[in-house]
Structure formats: structure tokens, C-alpha cells
């Protein structure tokens, strides 16, 4: 029998098809699933929001892109959000789009950010409806990703801190002095602070002695780092997710009469913070940092009152009149956003875009009461949504593209942590 060269071989296989790949290569394709994709993801956010944070965004978009080929490669459905969801999020951009009708920033620079936001809530839904689409199989693997990148992280963020930063100071800073290096990490452990919860609910079924320890952890740690926001953050949500376990009907009314309440009379609430000049920093026991947000907060509630209706447009915050006013050492009136997000709906998108964020916000303290989750899995949800509700309540911008990937991406996190099958 006659020996077939290694051209014959190349051409016979490049002849089946315009491009097949290697059996090998086949093989790992079709072992490929989206256990691994959102494992990979799961992994990655609490590194790149320590070292790269801006690049969770594309951390998403890729994910979402990357989830769905896996899908449609597989033979699965396209992964289509549930109706409330794209209805409740399509609100929010359709009323931005139509404010931009009289926003005050310039159109050009608020419809790129309008197309980033909505380029944004749509991978983050995607990668939400991949989350719980995972099948069993697809979830353990998810999980042991989760979990190392979780420990790695939180292990890097001590070393960091017990040895002055050696890894940060390679990278590119204003300066390096230790403040400096220390809010650098900022954002980091708002990943962190979100990323406990379903860290603590895959441990739970493995030790509930680990998940809390866990979870004490995390916040002893945050505590080191001097970030008030995250501690607060995770130290309230840890409270409501035992709340909630232990109230599983009382808890979920109580936080979604407590965000009404919130959202609509935060204006009112802020112009009862006395003006800067009868409120010195030397007059107070504030830090300069929690001094300024009440400024920054006065001054945004006496703008909503400028134009309650319909406010001063999307992303309108950047260029609000009187924003750039020195308040004092260090303090200017708005920079950028009001770091609050109902006092952002307000400002903005007035009273209907305050309205759209309280439905947002309620319907998704309903989706998560009204879905298939033992009582473990709704505190932890609810937890996790109590952690990011005070993270935006005095904190980033809520249009600013990290941050709604970092929330898209926890919420997916949490997702493909609960123990549940739901079925094509």
C-alpha cells in the first residue's frame, strides 16, 4: 500500500471544507461551555477592577460576545432577556435619548455616552440570561473559577498593603505616595465588596462557618484599605442577606419601600445640608473626602430645584452652571456627577427619570423575590443588592460604563452561583 505524503495528507483534509479545524482542536471546541466563559470572567473582574478597572467594561462585551458564540456554536437558543428587564432598562435609555432634546452638555459627547450606556445594559443583560441559562456541570466549573479568583485577589490586596504597594507602584500614577496608592484601589474593592456575596453563597453549601468567615474577611480587609464606601457597603449588606434569611417576606417590602423613599426625597433631604459657608470642614469632625460629598450634594439639590420636570438633560452633570465654583481647599461644586444616583435621576432626567430608577429598582427587588431561589440564594441576592444601593448612593457616576459593568457582572455572578437548573 502506497505511503501518502504530508502534502496529499494537507490537501485531502483542506478539502473538506474552506476551513475545518484539527480533530484535537474540534475536541476542545465542543468541551468548550459557558461554565468556562463566565469562569473565566468571574476570575478576571476582581484582578483587572484592582489593577485595570476602566477595562471591566470590555471585560463584559466580551464575555457577552464570547457566551453567545459558545451558545450558537453549541446548537443552543440566542440568549434573549426576560420582558421586565429589557422593558425596565429600554425605559431608562428611550427617556435619556429624549432628554437629550434640551441636555446642556454638548449632543455630540451625550449621545456617544447615551450609545456606551446602552451598549453596556444590553451585554450586561446578556451576560445576566447566559448566567442563568448554566447547567449544572457548566455552574461547577464556574465555581471553582470563581472562588480562585476571589482568594487571589483578596490575597494580592493584603500583600499589597502589608508591603507598601510593591505591585502598584508599577504602574502608571500621578504619584506614588501611600494615599494615593491606596485610593488607586478604590475601585477594586467595590468589586470586592460585591463579589463577597456570591463567594459566600457557593461556600455556604460547603461550610457556613467558611462563607461567613469569608465575608468577615473580606470586610476586616476592606477596613485596612480605609474605604468607608465598600465597608459600609458590604458591612449593610451582609446585615440585610441575614435579615432577609431570617424574614424572607418582611425583608424584601421593607428595602423596596425604603429605596422609594430614598429616591424621592433625596432632593429634599440634600437642601436641609447647610450651605458651605455655614458649614466649614475646620467645623466639623468629617473627613475632607465625606465634607465634600455633603457639598457636592447640597449644591445638586439646589440645581434640581432649578428644574425639577424634566432636569437639565443626560450627562448634563459635566456641565451643570456653577459646577466648577471652588468650595473650599480641595472642593469643587460638582466634578463630573453628583456621586449619588438618585440625586444623578433628579439632575438629569427629572422627576420621570427619578421615576424609572424607583421602578427599576422595585422591580428588581420583585424579580428576585418572585424567583426560583431557596431562601439562601434571595438573601444573598438581596444582600448583593443592598451592597451596590449604597455603593451608588455615595459613589460613582451611575452612567459611568465600569461601574454598570461591574454591577451587570456581580448580578451574573450571583446568578450562576444559585443552585438552580432552569430549563431552555
Not at 199 to 227: D, E, F, I, Y
Request: contains cysteine.
Amino acid at each position: 500500500m502506497p505511503m501518502r505524503s504530508a502534502r496529499d495528507s494537507v490537501s485531502s483534509y483542506d478539502a473538506r471544507s474552506p476551513w475545518t479545524p484539527p480533530p484535537t482542536t474540534r475536541s476542545m471546541i465542543r468541551k468548550l461551555h459557558n461554565g468556562h466563559v463566565l469562569g473565566v470572567a468571574a476570575f478576571a473582574a476582581p484582578l483587572m477592577g484592582l489593577y485595570a478597572p476602566r477595562t471591566t467594561a470590555v471585560l463584559v462585551i466580551l464575555t457577552a460576545v464570547a457566551a453567545t458564540s459558545v451558545r450558537k456554536y453549541r446548537g443552543d437558543t440566542w440568549p434573549v432577556p426576560g420582558h421586565c428587564a429589557v422593558i425596565a432598562l429600554a425605559a431608562i435609555v428611550v427617556w435619556s435619548a429624549i432628554s437629550l432634546a434640551w441636555t446642556i452638555e454638548p449632543l455630540g459627547s451625550a449621545a456617544n455616552g447615551l450609545a456606551r450606556l446602552a451598549i453596556m445594559l444590553a451585554c450586561g443583560m446578556v451576560v445576566v440570561e447566559i448566567a442563568r441559562r448554566l447547567e449544572l456541570e457548566e455552574r461547577r466549573v464556574f465555581h471553582q473559577l470563581l472562588l480562585a479568583g476571589f482568594a487571589l485577589a483578596l490575597a494580592l490586596v493584603a500583600v499589597e498593603r502589608a508591603t507598601d504597594f510593591p505591585l502598584r507602584r508599577h504602574l502608571p500614577l500621578r504619584d506614588d505616595n501611600p494615599i494615593t496608592l491606596m485610593q488607586s484601589f478604590n475601585r477594586g474593592l467595590t468589586v470586592l465588596a460585591l463579589a463577597v456575596f456570591p463567594v459566600a453563597l457557593v461556600l455556604w453549601r460547603r461550610s457556613q462557618a467558611l462563607a461567613l468567615a469569608a465575608w468577615a474577611g473580606t470586610l476586616a480587609l476592606l477596613a485596612t484599605m480605609h474605604n468607608a464606601a465598600a465597608v459600609t457597603a458590604v458591612a449593610f449588606g451582609g446585615a440585610f442577606a441575614a435579615a432577609a434569611y431570617v424574614s424572607p417576606r418582611v425583608a424584601p417590602i421593607a428595602l423596596a419601600t425604603a429605596l422609594l423613599g430614598a429616591t424621592l426625597v433625596a432632593p429634599i433631604a440634600a437642601r436641609q445640608i447647610p450651605l458651605p459657608a455655614e458649614f466649614p470642614l475646620e467645623s466639623t469632625a468629617l473627613s475632607g473626602s465625606a465634607h465634600h460629598r455633603l457639598m457636592i450634594w447640597r449644591f445638586t439639590a439646589d440645581r434640581i430645584a432649578d428644574r425639577p420636570l424634566f432636569g437639565w438633560g443626560f450627562d448634563a452633570s459635566r456641565s451643570i452652571p456653577g459646577g466648577d465654583a471652588i468650595l473650599g481647599p480641595g472642593e469643587v461644586a460638582l466634578p463630573l456627577h453628583p456621586h449619588n444616583a438618585p440625586l444623578q435621576w433628579w439632575l438629569e432626567l427629572g422627576l420621570p427619570g427619578a421615576l424609572i430608577g424607583v421602578a427599576f429598582l422595585t422591580a428588581t427587588v420583585r424579580a428576585i423575590r418572585r424567583a426560583i431561589l431557596g431562601r439562601t440564594e434571595s438573601a444573598a441576592a438581596f444582600g448583593l443588592m443592598v451592597s451596590a444601593t449604597v455603593m451608588a448612593f455615595v459613589s460613582y457616576g451611575i452612567w459611568q460604563s465600569w461601574w454598570v459593568a461591574i454591577i451587570a457582572l456581580s448580578a451574573a455572578l450571583l446568578t450562576a452561583s444559585a443552585a438552580r437548573r432552569v430549563e431552555r
